[in-house]
C-alpha cells in the first residue's frame, strides 16, 4: 500500500539516551494509524520526526514522497502547507491572538488571500466545535481547552493532505471532545491520512485502521487493529490492557474495540 509517511532505521537521541530507537514504520496513505504506548515511550517525538519537526540522529525520514534530509526550501515550505500539526499542549503563538493564530498559516500558504476570505476559511470549524471565545484575545487568556481547540482549528484550516494529532481531546469537556471526534470521523470516511496519539479506547475503536505499539524508543508492533489486538505478544497484550482502559481487563475492553457497530459518535 501507499505510504504517505516513512520511517527508515531512524533514532534520536536526547543527552545520550535514544528517545527512538533504530524505527522503521511505514505509515499508509489513506488510513488513520493510532499510537500507542507507555508515557515516555517516545510517541510526540515519533510523531514529530515523521512530520519532519524533529530532526533524526541516525536514519532517515520521508513526508509525501519527499526525504526530509534533502529536501529543498522551497519544497518544505509547500510541503508544510499540506499537513497540520495538533500539538499536545497546543503551541499557540503567544504574541498573537486568536485571529491571528488561526489566520497566519492561511496566509503564509495563500498569499493574497482576501481578508474576509481567511476567516471564512476557520470560522465554520470554530463553530462546529462551540468555541464561543473571543477571537482578539490572546492563548494565555483562554482555557487550556480553548487553546486545543484552537490548535486542532489551525490544523484543519488549510484541509492538509495528512494530520497529525498528539492527544487531540485533552483538556476540552465531554462535548467538546464529541465534536472533536465526530470531526476526526468525518475525515477518517473521506479518507484523510492521520497520524494519531491517544490514550482513548473509543477514539481508538472509531477511528484506528492500523496500531503502531511502541515501548522504550522502539516499535513492539505494527499493524491493522485486528491483528494487534489479537497479538499473542504478552508486551503489546499488556500494553494495550493498560494504556487504553485503565479499569479494564484485556479481553473485555480491548477485543471490545473491534465492535464498530455500535458508534457512540453517530454523525451531526
Known amino acids: 500500500m501507499e505510504h504517505a509517511a516513512r520511517l527508515k532505521e531512524l533514532s534520536v537521541i536526547y543527552e545520550g539516551y535514544p528517545v527512538l530507537d533504530e524505527v ?47 529536501i529543498s526550501d522551497k519544497d518544505l515550505r509547500s510541503l508544510r502547507g499540506r499537513n497540520g500539526f495538533v500539538f499536545q499542549d497546543a503551541a499557540l503563538w503567544q504574541n498573537l491572538t486568536v485571529r491571528q493564530n488561526l489566520a497566519l498559516p492561511v496566509e503564509h ?23 464561543v471565545g473571543q477571537m482578539e484575545l490572546r492563548p ?20 492538509p493532505d495528512i494530520l497529525f494529532l498528539d492527544e487531540p481531546t485533552t483538556f476540552v469537556d465531554t462535548e467538546v471532545s464529541e465534536r472533536i471526534v465526530r470531526k476526526l470521523k468525518n475525515l477518517h470516511d473521506r479518507g484523510k491520512t492521520m497520524l494519531l496519539i491517544t490514550h482513548n479506547p473509543e ?66
Open 24 to 70: 522503521t514504520v511505514d505509515f499508509p496513505a489513506g488510513k488513520t494509524t493510532v499510537i500507542i504506548g507507555p508515557s515516555g515511550c517516545g510517541k510526540s517525538t515519533l510523531m514529530k520526526a515523521a512530520a519532519g519537526l524533529v530532526p533524526p540522529d541516525r536514519g532517515r525520514a520521508e513526508l509525501l514522497g519527499f526525504d526530509l534530509g534533502r
Open 109 to 131: 500558504h495563500n498569499p493574497g488571500l482576501d481578508t474576509s476570505d481567511v476567516g471564512r476559511r476557520f470560522e465554520p470549524l470554530l463553530s462546529d466545535l462551540g468555541f
Open 140 to 159: 494565555s487568556q483562554l482555557s487550556a481547552g480553548e487553546r486545543k481547540i484552537i490548535s486542532f482549528v489551525r490544523a484543519l484550516v488549510s484541509d
Open 203 to 268: 477514539i481508538t475503536s472509531q477511528l484506528a485502521d492500523y496500531l503502531l505499539v511502541l515501548k522504550r524508543g522502539r516499535v513492539l508492533l505494527f499493524g491493522t487493529l485486528q491483528e494487534v489486538v489479537h497479538s499473542a505478544n504478552p508486551e503489546v497484550s499488556a500494553i494495550l490492557s493498560n494504556v487504553l482502559s485503565e479499569a479494564a481487563t484485556y479481553d473485555t475492553d480491548i477485543l471490545s474495540l473491534l465492535d464498530r457497530n455500535s458508534d457512540p459518535f453517530p454523525d451531526m
